[in-house]
T-cell receptor, first 114, second 117 residues
Framework: DAMVIQNPRYQVTQFGKPVTLSCSQT?????MYWYQQKSSQAPKLLFH???????NEADTPDNFQSRRPNTSFCFLDIRSPGLGDAAMYLC?????????????FGPGTRLTVT | AQSVTQLGSHVSVSEGALVLLRCNYS??????LFWYVQYPNQGLQLLLK??????LVKGINGFEAEFKKSETSFHLTKPSAHMSDAAEYFC???????????????FGQGTILTVHP
């Protein structure tokens, strides 16, 4: 089945130690998104790629970066994780065509910062 | 700019009872509307979507929602709750044909549904 895959599902990192979360998709969608979701809150969009074009949300901290080397893969890099960055990170994809704008989500990566 | 309001951060029902989760939106153009469900430590799963076709939309797991333009609402219902429906539900909006987004969604704050035996 076509899907969005996130690895790892659970990630523990130390305060200040860089960490990379990965997302891959077999849907061949042209848009990929990264969200941060804290407990009992709605997902918060960090940035998205429309094909190779990177679009950062205005309030996304500089500590968060992303790479999309090809259509299938997208990475979230946290350069110096702080305790406040502990959260669930969700990757999503969509195909932006007329009349179809739903997003398909991966299972998420739960990040713990010690 | 569009926004979404979900009335009630927590809803509790008995098994077999009607489920009603409320969602109101604001949008300057006819929007696309979505309901997602999230189980603990999982991603979001699409329940159903409204894309300007039928105003009554049927989704997975017996859920449905009705788009009411006059009330700017898109409430989610299920006639008979099941224990497995316990989860968090998010309403989301995207500008429709007149929008300039790339499919970006604006989410409501979520409603946690508890189902009692």
């Amino acid at each position: 089945d076509a899907m969005v895959i996130q690895n790892p599902r659970y990630q523990v990192t130390q305060f200040g130690k860089p960490v990379t979360l990965s997302c891959s998709q077999t849907l061949n969608h042209n848009v990929m998104y990264w969200y941060q979701q804290k407990s009992s809150q709605a997902p918060k969009l960090l940035f998205h790629y429309y094909d190779k074009d990177f679009n950062n949300e205005a309030d996304t901290p500089d500590n968060f970066q992303s790479r999309r080397p090809n259509t299938s893969f997208c990475f979230l890099d946290i350069r110096s994780p702080g305790l406040g960055d502990a959260a669930m990170y969700l990757c999503a994809t969509s195909r932006v065509t007329q009349g179809s704008k739903e997003q398909y989500f991966g299972p998420g990566t739960r990040l713990t910062v010690t | 700019a569009q926004s979404v309001t979900q009335l009630g951060s927590h809803v509790s029902v008995s098994e077999g009872a009607l489920v009603l989760l409320r969602c109101n939106y604001s949008s300057s153009v006819p929007p696309y509307l979505f309901w997602y469900v999230q189980y603990p430590n999982q991603g979001l799963q699409l329940l159903l979507k409204y894309t300007s076709a039928a105003t009554l939309v049927k989704g997975i797991n017996g859920f449905e929602a009705e788009f009411k333009k006059s009330e700017t609402s898109f409430h989610l219902t299920k006639p008979s709750a099941h224990m497995s429906d316990a989860a968090e539900y998010f309403c989301a909006v995207n500008p429709g044909a007149g929008g300039t987004s790339y499919g970006k969604l604006t989410f409501g704050q979520g409603t946690i549904l508890t189902v009692h035996p």
